[in-house]
């Protein structure tokens, strides 16, 4: 019973000695993997990926961007959409969004009403954008490591400044990077949209991260890292301050996360070395990204840090996802229909795999 065709008589022995945790084998049968952090679980199809890789790199589209674009409304001294203009800067530069989704002067407490089923509140925020950079035909990868520690001092300053703000009780800061993924701009630049109440997503990594905290009294993500560190097949990148891996529970084929070795809460939190940590692997992780396809990788990423309650928050473990849609090259792109609209997100490539690639990609 224990047997299955694909497994040798030594992993089976080993199963029967309990050094496998798993009656299976993760690699070639269709399973279901669980996310502790989100509480949800993703579909794993292994068998459909047996084919050996083609390694097909198709031409990566033209990128020759100027230094200044006149026409572009995040470099220095141009004038936006919104009528307003940028100064000449010459670091990274953050501005209230001219469109913003969220307003900061809605009426306070309304509420909507029917029933049971009916239900609607106000909402309170303030949208802003981030420049990285005065550069326009840079991106992150580019950057040096002094100037991404820039842009991470900016993220930090941010969500000191808008979390201080008594309507403000979450801060997410954020990047679309590439058409794909909805970015208006190639100049380089972030988002940061800070709501007064804690976003489902993050509220649901709060709940799973408390309930753990409260019985094990170390953080989730300190015990998942520890766990992966040993294990190393879905690491990615470390340095001495943080880490980037391929999740177990992975829903995008080059899905990330990079977390901190310590458990700091949130990006104010973290020292002035791990800054210069997390400056360095965001720029290897990107670089790794950009050598994938030939392409610059479009993807949405973004930091899931402690709400602004003015509470302390001990469950809390910095973390960044990196969501990249793309499946097999530049063109191919990974979409979530049909099933996963209806049942649950699904993945062929598994996320050793992925993590395998990745490592092996270099520019
Ligand atoms: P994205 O590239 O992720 O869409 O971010 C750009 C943001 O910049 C977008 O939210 C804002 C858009 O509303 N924006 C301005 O605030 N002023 C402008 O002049 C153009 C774009
Ligand atoms: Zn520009």
């Known amino acids: 019973m224990l047997r299955c065709a694909q497994h040798d008589t030594i992993r089976c022995l080993y199963i029967l000695l309990g050094r496998y945790d798993n009656m299976f084998n993760l690699h070639d049968h269709p399973h279901r ?13 292994p068998h459909r990926m047996k084919r050996p890789w083609q390694g097909r790199v198709e031409n990566p589209p033209v990128d020759k961007r100027p230094p200044h674009d006149s026409t572009c409304y995040l470099c220095p001294g141009n004038e936006r959409a919104g ?9 990274t530069y953050v501005f209230d969004n001219d469109f913003a989704a969220l307003l900061p002067d809605v ?24 420049c990285y950079s005065p550069r326009h035909d840079l991106t992150m990868a580019d950057l040096d490591v002094g100037a991404i520690r820039a842009v991470i001092d900016t993220w930090a300053a941010q969500t000191v400044e808008l979390g201080a703000h008594p309507d403000i009780g979450y801060v997410q800061v954020f ?8 970015a208006s701009n190639p100049h380089p630049h972030g988002q940061i949209w800070a709501t007064q109440s804690l976003p489902q997503f993050v ?26 560190l040993e294990r190393a097949e879905r690491l990615v990148e ?15 084929p080059f899905e990330t996360l990079v977390i901190s070795r ?27 990204y950009d050598a994938l396809f030939a392409t610059m990788l479009p993807f949405s990423m973004g930091f899931h840090q402690q709400p602004t309650d003015g509470a302390d928050h001990p ?11 793309l499946l097999r090259s530049a063109t191919v792109r990974k979409f979530m229909v049909g099933f996963e609209m209806l049942g649950e997100p699904q993945r062929d490539i598994t996320p050793e795999q992925a993590a395998e690639r990745l490592r092996a990609a270099r520019r």
């Open 107 to 130: 009426p306070a407490a309304g509420t909507f009403a029917v029933g049971e089923l009916l239900h609607a509140r106000s909402e309170r925020g303030i949208c802003r954008v981030v």
């Open 238 to 252: 470390a340095n001495e301050h943080f880490v980037a891996l391929v999740p177990f529970w992975a829903v995008w």
């Open 203 to 228: 509220a649901r990594e709060q709940a799973t991260q408390m309930a753990y905290f409260a019985r094990h009294g170390r953080t989730l993500l300190g015990d998942y890292l520890a766990i992966e």
């Open 83 to 91: 009528g307003k203009r940028n100064p000449a800067y010459t670091g």
């Open 315 to 325: 469950e809390w473990h910095l973390h960044a996802h990196f969501y990249p849609p």
């Open 175 to 182: 990047e679309n990077r590439g058409v794909l993924m909805g």
């Open 262 to 288: 310590r458990p700091a809460p949130s990006l104010p939190a973290l020292t002035g070395a791990e800054r210069d940590g997390l400056a360095d692997l965001l720029k290897r992780l990107i670089t790794r």
């Open 33 to 45: 993997r669980y996310n502790p952090l989100a509480d949800e679980w993703v579909l794993v199809s």
